[in-house]
């Protein structure tokens, strides 16, 4: 039986997760309401149900197919319950957050005006328990508004459940009797569709509960015109400040894409890496695709695991189409969705349901980016399709192995305090990979990365491996003449020998072969990715435009790139111009709290003399998770004459990160110069006298007499030391 409105599949559809109907409450008030519903409307409603052991909509569903049938309702009732407010799950993603999106913009509108004079929300939320403060918070910000729900709950000393019919109202320290909540949930339903029916002002299409509509009117033509006549030259004027000001500011373009990484809905959440592995791949192959600009991966993984609605994504990245999917294990091995959202309206334009091997990933992704390219009404040439597999390797089993030690290697460079026991746990699975494809060239570097931190540990912190530094520079090494030995074309080669000469004893190389590099059609390509800080190497010797110039232009497809923001900074701070580097903080479109970033902003003040700001911001901040800010700690602290605390943020051995000005305004220059030699007798160039010098080179906080090898090899590279002495 069809809708009472003509265009809908339901009156009314019910969401909930399943864990809440095990004792079958959720059937019994859906029995309940029907009954009640028939002795209060007088035509029969229609309600969807669903009764089967799983979420909502299925895996095994065409999601884009039930969003366009099961959620074409008129009302949409969700049973909250303390489980229900779970991002990952089927009934919040496909129901809850799928029908607020559609509502907002079929012929109704999610929040309708009612005879009274009210204006009422499409969804009619129903409660079962208490909530914590974060899931009232994550429904009120879907919502956009305060919840508020018609509620089931039982109460009394220690007790938080659903409310039964068989519970007495006396005995309920909420004091609601089931019957009549269930009359409460029927005279709403019987309000919302007399208005749907009998519409007594034009629908409001708000995401706020509370915005009043405006009352229909026979002269509302001209004054829409004016209106939008208005919002065209206050747009107009507001986007020609945005790009006189902010030449960064995401501009969207008609065919443009971001792919988010694939969530994992797998129970046991084991499946990250293909999920990741399978978004980087898709992203790479449409990257192939002409005439379609698309959002790097940087930008794109800048949203994993944030529950924002896919309009504010789009608008952040500035691209009109959406792909998002989800990967979960299935009995014979995963089950894959995916789907093309069309951003200004939330428009499904193409999804499908895969059921696949781990071994099939690259036949998967580009079968997808051929079927986005499709619905995009973009042909693919054959070079295209060709180009298309660009994971580096055509080994499946590589591939996966090498996915698999990615997600421990990332998750590594996050727990930095155990950085060198996920690394090492990580090259098991990048030594596996180049068992199975010897000429796969990222598990190589990848690999090179644990013994690169290796040799910069702390001599006092207690590892697991006990390579003298000699064997763990051998490792390192080795590991980026295999990228090189590897690489396909000598710009390649080029790119990765200037890792090689970074961490050598003779820079005489670094200029010419930078110079090959940088001025490469390649240069934005090989530079999105550049492990062991690279860039900031080649722009503390003079190369700070040129790396500028390829920043800005990585930003262009990936404007969330927190390394591509930095590099831009760095230059102007190698010259010495903190207010400039400070004004362009802003106006860069990186999140605020990356930690690196973040200390620079505080450097840059502090270097400006404005302690008071750099006190604010490290109250709000907590500096606890991050060593570089105890650094900036201790340098207050001794502008403040508080020498005694500013030392105890500064220990030798794990808390100096990025500079060593702290250390100098602790301790003095004396002693200052004593770390910066024991930092230079280091087989690599130590990040720390790397960072010193480009972030205060004007203003060393120690003598590069102290540090031999440093100041020989700087000037191996061109650098004039006498005048930063």
Known sequence: MPSVIQGYEYDIFISYRHNDNRSGWVTEFVNALQEELASTIKEPLTIYFDKNPHDGLLETHNVDKSLEGKLKCLIFIPIISQTYCDPKSFAWQYEFVAFNKLAKEDQFGRDIKLSNGNVASRILPIKIHDLDEEDKALLESELGGVLRAIEFIYKEAGVNRPLKSTDSKTDNQNKTDYRNQVNKVANAIKEIITALKNPVAQSTRTTSIEQPTTKP?????????????????????????????????????????????????????????????????????????????????????????????????????????????????????????????????????????????????????????????????????????????????????????????????????????????????????????????????????????????????????????????????????????????????????????LFSIMHSADWSSLR????????????????????????????????????????????????????????????????????????????????????????????????????????????????????????MQAMVLAKEGKLKEARQFMDLDNRVDYTLNGFEAAYGREATNREAARLDKKLVTHHILLFSFLYSQKNLPFDLSATPNFARKLKQAGVDIKENQ
């Open 217 to 497: 009117s026979q002269n509302r033509k001209p004054i829409l015109i004016s209106i939008a006549l208005l919002l065209l030259i206050a747009l107009g004027y507001f986007f020609y400040q945005q790009r006189s000001t902010n030449n960064q500011q995401p501009i969207q373009l008609d065919k443009s894409i971001a792919v988010l990484p694939f969530v994992d809905l797998s129970e046991q959440k084991d499946q990250g890496w293909f999920g990741d592995g399978l978004t980087e791949e898709i992203l790479n192959s449409l990257a192939h695709v002409k005439g379609l600009n698309v959002i790097s991966r940087t930008s794109s993984f800048a949203f994993k695991n944030k529950n924002l609605r896919i309009q504010v994504i789009a608008d952040s990245l500035g691209v009109n189409y959406v792909v998002e999917g989800s990967v979960r294990k299935s009995d014979n091995g995963l089950r894959i969705t995916a789907q093309l959202i069309r951003s200004k309206d939330g428009f499904h334009i193409w999804s499908n349901t895969y059921d696949r091997n781990a071994k099939d990933i690259f036949a998967l992704q580009q079968e997808i980016a051929s079927r986005i390219a499709e619905s995009l009404d973009i042909s693919l040439d054959p070079k295209a399709v060709e180009q298309m597999h660009s994971a580096g390797t055509t080994n499946p089993e590589a591939y996966i192995k090498f996915l698999q030690g990615n997600e421990i290697f990332l998750e590594g460079h996050i727990k930095r305090t155990e950085m060198l026991l996920y690394l090492k746990q990580a090259n098991i699975s990048f030594e596996e990979a180049i068992r199975l494809d010897p000429d796969f060239i990222n598990p190589y570097l990848f690999r090179s990365d644990y013994y690169f931190h290796y040799l910069l540990k702390p001599e006092k912190a207690i590892y697991s491996d006990t390579l003298t530094e000699k064997q763990a520079y051998s490792f390192l090494q080795k590991g980026i003449e295999s990228a090189i030995d590897k690489s396909k074309t000598e710009i390649e080669k080029d790119y990765y020998r």
């Open 512 to 631: 010419s072969n930078a110079e090959r590099v940088l001025n490469s059609p390649e240069a934005a390509q090989l530079f999105t990715y550049q492990p062991f800080n690279l860039a900031a190497l080649l722009t503390s010797v003079g190369y700070g435009k040129q790396i500028t110039k390829i920043s800005r232009a990585i930003i262009k497809n990936d404007p969330l790139n927190n390394s591509a923001s930095r590099q831009i900074l760095e230059a102007m701070m190698v010259e010495g111009d903190y207010a400039k580097a400070l004004q362009s903080y802003d106006s860069l479109n990186a999140f605020d709290q990356e930690p690196r970033l973040r200390y620079m902003k505080l450097f840059c003040l502090y270097q400006l003399n404005k302690i008071d700001e750099v006190s604010n911001l490290l109250a709000q901040t907590d500096s606890t998770k991050v060593s570089s800010y105890h650094s």
